[in-house]
């Protein structure tokens, strides 16, 4: 949870905080147990890779895809730059690159946004761990390079497993409602601070 809060405070992430460290010896474990062939039998099934990894950021640090479509959602029928915005932010957060969104919103230190940028990557890691724990998925074991899409990363390391796809979409969706209450009174303030 410290990288949103770094993202919230316009602070720069730590680098301990934000490279993927491949050499973990339970990441080592899992994929030497996948080489093996005993995928279903995974000896860290749960570690930083099946669940933060693979389901706490898509868009980048925060969820910030799920702001991206939480705002194109609730914005259909606004013209405005707030939509606007998100439009053309919409295919650089498929990619992770949250930096529009962050520096456009503008994110940094807006008090709509601290409870989901802390909560919404909470709640992916949760659902992320309870699939994996009840076997509804096979977790993620392959590492990948750090700028691939991280929406797709928990069915590309899983070794193509569908069922880690839509799990994916439905954090993404559980996400997407964690940020639509904040986002909606914020057009609000935004609306009203345009009026006035």
């Known amino acids: ?58 868009g980048g640090t ?17 013209n405005d730059n707030i939509v606007h915005l998100a439009r053309i932010s919409l295919l650089p957060s498929f990619m992770n690159s949250n930096q529009i ?25 949760i659902l992320g761990a309870c699939f994996i724990k009840l076997k509804w998925i096979t977790p993620a074991v392959f590492q990948l390079p750090a700028y691939t899409p991280n929406f797709l990363g928990a069915f590309i390391s899983s070794n193509g497993d569908w069922r880690a796809l839509l799990a994916s979409v439905l954090i993404l969706l559980v996400s997407v409602l964690i940020y639509l209450p904040f986002i909606s009174h914020w057009l609000k303030e935004v609306d009203h601070a345009k009026n006035n």
């Open 1 to 58: 949870p410290l990288r949103p809060v770094f993202l919230w405070t316009g602070l720069p992430v730590p680098s301990s905080l934000s490279f993927r460290d491949y050499s973990l010896p339970s990441a080592i474990s899992n994929l030497n147990a996948s080489l093996d062939h005993h995928v279903d039998h995974l000896p860290f099934p749960l570690n930083i890779n099946s669940l933060y990894y693979s389901f706490a950021l898509f």
């Open 62 to 78: 925060a969820m910030t895809l799920a702001i991206v479509i939480a705002i194109l959602f609730l914005g259909r029928k606004r």
């Open 101 to 125: 969104m962050a520096f456009g919103i503008p994110l940094f230190l807006n008090p709509y946004f601290i409870l989901p940028t802390i909560f919404s990557p909470l709640a992916s890691v």
